[in-house]
Nanobody, 123 residues
Framework: QVQLVESGGGLVQPGGSLRLSCAASGRTFSGYTMGWFRQAPGKEREFVAAITWSDGSTYYADSVKGRFTISRDNAKNTVYLQMNSLKSEDTAVYYC????????????????WGQGAQVTVSS
């Protein structure tokens, strides 16, 4: 059974940083794309960033490009989302997800999801 567990959310001031972690278990993820999505109150879930597990290629939503960095640790089966220069509009529940489609930002193509981690950016 595939399990994705996020951690590292919290409250941070504008301009601050947070790092989210997603620990994956239950199968081999070498052929997967791992993604981060977020959902703010009253809004639809949106793509944030993704990484191809096999070669580490990454891609980002324009809204976070240059501020967020996605990475992975193969030995720990863990994916990270480093978030810098946070803004109030980054406030949302952040979800880790896994897809067997390559380079996809479509939530419909992610079969496995974590429970979510709250990130609140506020002074």
């Amino acid at each position: 059974q595939v399990q994705l567990v996020e951690s590292g959310g919290g409250l941070v001031q504008p301009g601050g940083s947070l790092r989210l972690s997603c620990a994956a278990s239950g199968r081999t993820f070498s052929g997967y794309t791992m993604g981060w999505f977020r959902q703010a109150p009253g809004k639809e879930r949106e793509f944030v960033a993704a990484i191809t597990w096999s070669d580490g290629s990454t891609y980002y939503a324009d809204s976070v490009k240059g501020r967020f960095t996605i990475s992975r640790d193969n030995a720990k089966n863990t994916v990270y989302l480093q978030m810098n220069s946070l803004k109030s509009e980054d406030t949302a529940v952040y979800y880790c997800a896994a897809s067997d489609f390559r380079r996809t930002s479509s939530a419909d193509r992610y079969a496995y999801w974590g429970q979510g981690a709250q990130v609140t950016v506020s002074s």
